[in-house]
């Protein structure tokens, strides 16, 4: 096929890829890689997994990582603003001129691709393809922190040897693609952990204990579960939280319960990157912490986007999510409480909206453009509710709550939602 000459051109080819295909190696992906001189096995990396988290954990590495001087790439998804975020270094996104450069370079091995008699890349594919290509080239690169789309088994990012990895927590996600049972899906999870290695574990269910042990020790691999329960909360608002975590006083940037079990993974992943090489040990000071995890920035999680009145966005689009922002939520002193909800169709619709419903004083209910979004009837009729409103357009709701302020507003239950939001507000600004 042509090469693309403009950026904007190549994304929107991209975009339209195929998203899944039917997987029972990575023997494709490897395939894929050695036509580019295996770039994975150039570059040190940390790999993250988990049902809800992913994302955070990530913004907490890099934080503290660059408050250490360290030259730090992040691999993420989805996009919240732009697609260029995917693909980060030094708290940059990569730059359209290396994306066609490279997106073009990937297009060129089509022909030979399909000689061997492969299929050609889906769109997670690509994109992995073209992120581990770019951080082959950057020579002072020291870690790539790099976050699965889905799963880990046979995620495409699995090809990687990482220093070592996380397991954010499990809970149900994707059935139809990664079982439909806790145990299924933390099998599925737990494919990334690799031999001689590390693995750090969140909130994990009781019940996944011992295949967690199981699998490290089938691996030789050292499990250090974080120290989620050793946690001090000394402080909390919507913008930050003051914690003792193993004896360390942090403040968190990021707000939220769930937000200081991601900061424990990270806390507990940075302690062992300090074991395992002396140029992590002696950069990584209590001091170089604190900075980095006060100064951590996340789009779209707990965001605060509008101080007068205040509107939060938050990206929470399952069961686990949405029950962990309610809930903070529920604990914070507001007197008023409204939220604006958008939800994919796909989701599990009933149990969201009736944790939500439990909540607010005042909902919403609008639909993003992206394709994936529930309509407005089968929201409403699935919202039991005495105070509800209908604004089919998400700017149409921003605006209504600019001109109705109350003492909280916040947008969820998808990140298309929160990056239709982010879009509005950014011209205001």
Known sequence: MNKFNSASLFIEWVEHQRRFTP?????????????????????????????????????????????????????????????????????ANILDEDLLRIGNLIISKYDEIESKGYELPTFFEFITILAFIYYASIP??????????????????????????????????????????????????????????????????????????????????????????????L???????????????????????????????????????????EKWNNRLTNEIYYRGFQNVKWQGRLEVINDNPLIVIDGCHNIDGVNRVCKFIKGLDYQYKRAVVSISADKELPVMLNTISQVFDEIIITKYSY?????????????????????????????????NPTDFTIFLGSLYLVSEIRNIVKPLK
């Open 23 to 91: 997987k029972m190696s990575l023997d494709k992906m490897r395939f894929y890689l050695s036509l580019f001189d295996n770039p994975h096995t150039k570059f040190k990396s940390i790999h993250i997994t988990g049902t809800n988290g992913k994302g955070s954990v990530v913004a907490y590495l890099n934080s503290v990582l660059r408050c250490a001087g360290f030259n730090v790439a992040t691999f993420t998804s989805p996009y919240i603003t732009c697609f260029n975020e995917r693909i980060r270094f030094n708290d």
């Open 140 to 233: 002072d690169l020291d870690v790539a922190i790099i976050e699965v789309g889905m799963g880990g088994r046979l995620d495409s990012t699995n090809v990687i040897e990482p220093i070592l990895s996380i397991i954010t927590n499990v809970t149900l996600e994707h059935t139809q693609i990664l079982g439909d049972t806790l145990e299924k899906i933390a099998t599925e999870k737990l494919g990334i952990v690799k031999d001689n290695s590390y693995l750090i574990s969140g909130n994990i269910d009781n019940s996944l204990v011992d295949l967690f042990e199981k699998c490290c020790k089938e691996h030789h691999t050292k499990h250090l579960p974080a120290l989620i329960q050793e946690v001090e909360i």
């Open 235 to 277: 402080k909390q608002d919507i913008y930050s939280s003051e914690v003792i975590i193993d004896g360390l006083n942090l403040t968190i940037g990021l707000p939220g319960n769930h937000q200081i079990e991601n900061a424990c993974c990270a806390l507990r992943a940075l302690n062992v990157l300090k074991e395992i090489e």
């Open 371 to 403: 394709m994936r979004s529930s309509e407005i009837d089968v929201l409403n009729d699935l919202l039991v509710h005495e105070n509800k409103k209908i604004i089919p357009n998400v700017n149409d709701a921003f605006l209504y709550c600019i001109e």
